[in-house]
Each structure stands twice: as C-alpha cells, then as structure tokens.
Nanobody, 123 residues
Framework: QVQLVESGGGLVQAGGSLRLSCAAS????????MGWFRQAPGKEREFVSA????????SYADSVKGRFTISRDNGKNTVYLQMNSLKPEDTAVYYC????????????????WGQGTQVTVSS
C-alpha cells in the first residue's frame, strides 16, 4: 500500500501561483510513476501531469503546458506541482496518484490516490 497526502491548495487570484505537494509513505516511492489529476464540480477527473520514477520523463495536459511544472524528490518521498499563471478554469480538487506502470494520463493506470486538495482561482 502507498498512502498519499496532498497539501498546498488554497485560494489565489488569477495570474497567481501555488505549489502543491504530495507526500508518500508505505512502499518505495521511487518505484512509482507519480501523477496529478484534477476534478472540477460536475466534471470528470482529468489528467494534469505525470513524472517518471527518476524524474527524467514528464508529461502534461495541453491545458497546463508552459504554466505547470511537475517535479519529485525521491529522498523526501514527495512529488510537487508548481502552478503559475493560474486561471479560473484551473479551479478544481487536485489529486496525486501513484502508478506501477509507465508514465501516462489514464486514470485506470494509477493504483493509489490521495484525498485531494482544493485549488480555487478567482477572477
């Protein structure tokens, strides 16, 4: 089992920045691909970004490319999502997830999920 706990969400004005963190415990963190997803009210959970086990491979949804940066620190068992130039449409609950498979954006590929952290961007 892998336990994931997100933090860093909050309320920010459009154009602002937030950094989300996801702390993992349980099994060896570096064995897992890590991803971030988000879910806005009334919408399905969607892929945001993912990072490979060593951090050398990253993937982003088109909607966040150039604004969000994913990173990980295997020594701290933590994955981060730096979010810049935030827009009201980025408002959602953000979830981190762990996968034992390859870097990708399919929810079904992820085995473990956190409880989420709310991000609200005001216009």
């Amino acid at each position: 089992q892998v336990q994931l706990v997100e933090s860093g969400g909050g309320l920010v004005q459009a154009g602002g920045s937030l950094r989300l963190s996801c702390a993992a415990s349980g099994r060896t963190f570096s064995n897992y691909v890590m991803g971030w997803f988000r879910q806005a009210p009334g919408k399905e959970r969607e892929f945001v970004s993912a990072i490979g086990r060593s951090g050398g491979i990253t993937s982003y949804a088109d909607s966040v490319k150039g604004r969000f940066t994913i990173s990980r620190d295997n020594g701290k068992n933590t994955v981060y999502l730096q979010m810049n130039s935030l827009k009201p449409e980025d408002t959602a609950v953000y979830y981190c997830a762990a996968s034992s498979r390859v870097v990708g954006g399919a929810k079904r590929e992820y085995d473990y999920w956190g409880q989420g952290t709310q991000v609200t961007v005001s216009s």
